[in-house]
């Protein structure tokens, strides 16, 4: 095949490609683009759409050689270095993405959108005053950037800056009213007393910590909930058999469910967060896994669970009465349920700065009863940190009438 040929040829095999990959037909543009780069192995921009197609069809190990044999042919090019930290963070490696996004900005510093995936890559994995830093130049640049603004009130919100969070959750407000997390952490900071956090908060505070959820909860906070129940349930008198339907409420990455699992005949989980749930699965704890609200799954009353865990889901409710009514109707006579809070000594229950929810040993026992459930076993414990400092809890087992 002569030269002109050969160029024709390949051409013709990247244009093909290209209109594979438009139309979604990812598995063809990745076999075309890696023939194409077999012939040319100097070409950049196709290596750089067979990291977008590696990219889309959620092959991120893939995506990223691709990426990065397209930066070490043409490192100037500010689209590559952004993926590039994009396929990295897919990965859990941060580290790489931030120096990604930093290579990035040195060609687009004016790209406000790469300084703000550059803030959030650096909350996701735990280096919270690099993303005030970037967070706060980020609205030197555009003060009205509605998610800049509500992500620097969290970051601040979290390191105690209270009236600084206060502020700036009421500059978002201003921009966006409708905005449900800033609305509810704006009562919490005035010292109102909302009954719940709304659905779309818990469900993309939740979504955001997946990632980094259990190196944090474990490493940094020492949170000891699901190990707290487990040796509080091994005081109670064992039953004969396994518990034949046993459901874990909030199940997040599967913390709770993985020891109690031998204890389960049958296990599932349930947890507002996809991202929660995409981690269960991959830990194969559960025999069944969904992702919903709570109350909405046990809304017909006509599942019967003889296990009941709820491990730190408590701290996001304020009035625990529909909760304790939809477990109620949901269970089999002599069930167990047990579960975390965050303690009170005040009467009834209290919303805390912190924007979760803290519950008095009288309020827990009332409206349990209330339900049918009488107290098995109950033990105040310190449950995890916050900024250095232990928080008091309560695990409670109770059990069905």
């Known amino acids: 095949m002569s030269t002109t040929t050969n160029t024709e040829h390949l051409q013709l095999l990247y244009q093909q490609a290209l209109k594979s990959h438009d139309q979604g037909f990812l598995s063809e543009a990745i076999s075309l683009y890696r023939k194409i780069v077999l012939s040319v192995p100097d070409s950049d921009i196709v290596f750089y759409n067979l990291g977008l197609a590696y990219f889309q069809a959620s092959e991120f190990v893939e995506a990223v050689a691709a990426f990065e044999k397209a930066v070490e042919l043409n490192d100037t090019d500010g689209d590559y270095w952004l993926n590039l930290a994009l396929a990295h963070k897919q990965l859990k490696q941060f580290v790489k993405a931030i120096q990604a996004y930093k290579q990035a900005l ?58 600084e969070a206060e502020e700036l959750y009421g500059r978002v407000l201003l921009l966006a009213p409708d905005h449900s997390a800033a609305t509810f952490m704006l009562q919490v900071l005035r010292g109102e007393k909302p009954e719940t956090p709304p659905t779309d908060y ?68 349930i947890d507002l967060s996809s991202g929660m749930v995409d981690i269960s699965h991959g830990k194969n704890i559960y025999d069944a896994l969904e992702t919903v609200d709570i109350i909405s799954y046990l809304a017909d009353g006509k599942k019967n669970y003889d296990l009941f865990l709820a491990s730190d889901v408590f701290s996001y409710i304020g009035d625990l009465e529909p909760m304790f009514k939809a477990i109620s109707d949901n ?37 349990a009863a209330q339900f049918g459930l009488s107290l098995i076993v ?3 414990a310190e449950i995890r940190k916050e900024r250095e400092k232990w928080i008091s809890g309560s695990i409670y087992f109770f059990q069905k009438e």
Not at 124 to 149: M, N, T, W
Request: glycine share 8%; aromatic share 10%; hydrophobic share 35%.
């Open 106 to 163: 040195t060609l687009r510093p004016e790209d406000i959108d790469i300084w703000y995936s550059l803030g959030c890559c650096c909350k996701d994995c735990g280096v919270p005053e690099e993303a005030e830093k970037v967070f706060r130049y980020l609205l030197e640049q555009d003060g009205k950037h509605i998610s800049a603004l509500n992500n620097l009130a969290y970051i601040v919100h979290l390191q105690g800056k209270l009236d």
């Open 202 to 269: 818990i469900r993309d505070l939740f979504d955001h910590y997946s990632d980094t959820f259990d190196n944090h909860l474990l490493g940094q906070l020492e949170y000891k909930v699901p190990m707290l129940m487990r040796t509080l349930f091994d005081q109670i008198p064992p039953d004969e058999n396994k518990y034949q339907n046993v459901i874990d409420l909030g199940c997040g990455t599967g913390l709770c469910g993985e020891l109690f699992r031998d204890h389960a005949a049958h296990l599932t989980g």
């Open 331 to 367: 269970s089999c006579p002599q069930a167990l349920v047990g579960f975390s809070v965050e303690f009170t000594g005040e009467s009834g229950w209290q919303v805390r700065s912190s924007g979760r929810f803290a519950h008095s040993y009288n309020y827990i026992t009332t409206v």
């Open 378 to 380: 109950h033990e105040r």
